[in-house]
């Protein structure tokens, strides 16, 4: 039995939703003649009260094209210096859209209005690159799942109204967020123009990520995601797999937030264990004591067919998910309870 806790990202689909997949309706998406594609994009649509929808194959991809419609070249985007899509795109920013990054000192992840205040560049001050959008992500990956407050978010909306500067999320785990604070898709297609829904993190399926978004934005998308070669066929056998998430793996998201609290319980009384971010939702990020080496740490798991990740500076992080069942969670407790 190996215990893969590196990401959510590594689950595979359970028979119910093989089932769904093998028996999808499927046609042509590049003609839009893609029935299960066409039913995913209209349900993630609706159910975050947004015009617009279009489905991608990766996260990344999406959060690309996101960029891309709402910036033109020279410009600049401004988000938390841990962001994925300033971090982990492969600076796609620059590469696809020709545009920086304004990196603001947040806190796990989180940026606050009067950060994004403070970040704008003035207009009339042609020196500097014109800003014109800002990137949240919720929950935060490196931040370790933290979850922004509602609030905050409004704020930053109304800061981006009064400048003129598009919103988009990077949510590739929202619906955590939202399980985790029992909080409404709507209350976030209120606040952004664009949101990127990930369905192979904590939904579990094989790949796929939804962007929403206002139509004026959105009209373009497609073409977009044709030049990033994004345009794929008989997609619907994906697109069930989401739809099958839809219906059945949105709840359950509080039981992998429930195993990785007693995780994180458990690390809490070890000694070797300096010290733990507070966990939200799905993410436990933890250090060691300074005698102990994260490599040694992660080779003597390794031993015990256990993975988790490092993520630089000391930081190592365990991601609970779908095919985390309880009995691979009582043994990993045992293992971090029975650890030197
Ligand atoms: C996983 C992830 C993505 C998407 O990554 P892909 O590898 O392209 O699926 C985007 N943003 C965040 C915060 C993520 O954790």
Known sequence: MIIDLRSDTVTKPGDGM?????????????????????????????????????????????????????????????????????????????????????????HRGMITASQVLESINPPDFYHSPLTSLVCIENTTNKGGGACYDLEELKKI???????????????????????????????????????????SKGLGTPLGTVLVGKNTLMQNAIRVRKVLGGGMRQVGYIAAAGLYALDNNIKRLADDHQKALEIAACLEQQEYVKSLEKTETNIVIFYLNDEHSEEKFMNDLLKENIKISNMGHGKLRIVTHLDYTDAMHTRFLNVLSSYL
């Not at 309706?25 to 009260?49: H, I």
């Open 18 to 106: 093989l089932t769904a997949m093998m028996s999808a309706e499927t046609g042509d998406d590049v003609y839009k003649e893609d029935p299960s594609v066409n039913e995913l994009e209209a349900r993630v649509a609706q159910m975050f009260g947004m015009e617009a929808a279009l489905f991608f194959p990766t996260g990344s991809m999406a959060n690309q094209a996101a960029i891309k419609l709402h910036t033109q070249p020279g410009e600049q985007l401004v988000c938390d210096k841990w962001a994925h899509v300033y971090n982990y795109e492969g600076g796609g920013v620059s590469f696809n859209s020709g545009v920086s990054c304004k990196l603001i000192d947040g």
């Open 157 to 199: 909306k109304k800061v981006c109204d009064a400048h003129d500067l598009g919103l988009h999320l990077d949510g590739a785990r929202l619906m955590n967020a939202i399980v985790a604070n029992n909080e409404n898709p709507e209350d976030y297609g209120n606040i952004f123009d664009t949101i990127s829904i990930c369905f």
